[in-house]
């Protein structure tokens, strides 16, 4: 929208000996207030972004000086990656199959990595949230990360829980790589991987429910198929940045 919005405007031009001249519409819109009016939200973004609010509660603004402290030095890509999990109450889908597995053996969450540097995301879906299940997501997402920038992971930030479990710290040790620990309720120390998991389930739900209002049949709208909505959430974020970089 804001790329028709463009179109729908004329453009002052300046040619290399000085001469100005102005460039057309290419769409003449209607109503005049169309190329610079506020841009309609889609239905699917509104009801993907809805949720319940407690009253009295108080906004707190950013400070300026500490925007971006936790990856400020973080230049190198694997200098740092945070790490955090989500649980999912709706039994997922698997990758392959047909769907009949038990719920037991579904998808119940997954483990999400932000690289501090590239802000690239990355999600490894669950079927158990154990210190098992987990250390073999960080392997994959370490293959998958070589596999795309022949880099390794140098250091691990992450909340307390399954991270500090000694099958997990000893993968980490095993391979040279440093942990570091948010204190005890204290989620902003993690922001990087916390905010990730917020912009990956947000475009999750919002998939998702465009796909139920506009194709619905056939069990499209089965909400089981969360997980494949975040794969692709987070396949989607991952090709924005790689935009950016480039």
């Not at 620990?181 to 998991?197: D, P």
């Not at 619905?216 to 692709?232: I, K, M, P, R, T």
Request: glycine residues 6%; contains cysteine; hydrophobic residues 35%.
């Amino acid at each position: 929208m804001p790329r028709v919005q463009e179109l729908m405007r004329a453009h002052p031009m300046e040619e290399p000996d000085g001469a100005t001249s102005t460039a057309p519409q290419i769409i003449k819109p209607k109503i005049p207030q169309a190329s610079s009016c506020t841009l309609p939200k889609c239905q699917s973004c509104q009801l993907s972004r809805a949720r319940q609010r407690k009253l009295n509660v108080v906004k707190s603004k950013t400070i300026i000086e500490n925007a971006g402290a936790l990856s400020r030095d973080k230049y190198l890509l694997g200098d740092m990656v945070s790490m955090d999990q989500y649980v999912v109450k709706t039994p997922g889908r698997l990758s392959q199959g047909y769907g009949r597995e038990a719920d037991h053996n579904k998808f119940h969450g997954g483990t999400i990595f932000r690289d501090a540097a590239s802000k690239i995301i990355h999600v490894e879906n669950q079927v158990s949230l154990n210190a098992g299940k987990t250390v073999n997501s960080k392997l994959r997402f370490e293959e998958w990360l070589y596999e795309q920038a022949a880099i390794t992971v140098k250091h691990y930030h992450s909340d307390n829980g399954v991270f500090t479990a000694e099958s997990f710290r000893y993968a980490c040790a095993e391979q040279d790589q440093t942990q570091s620990f948010s204190g005890v309720g204290a989620k902003h120390q993690n922001a990087e991987a916390e905010r990730a998991i917020q912009t990956i389930m947000y475009m999750a739900r919002e998939f998702m429910i465009h796909t139920a209002l506009n194709w619905g049949d056939d069990g499209s709208d089965n909400l089981s198929l969360w997980s494949f909505a975040v794969d692709h959430a987070a396949g989607y974020t991952t090709g924005y940045h790689n935009e950016k970089v480039a």
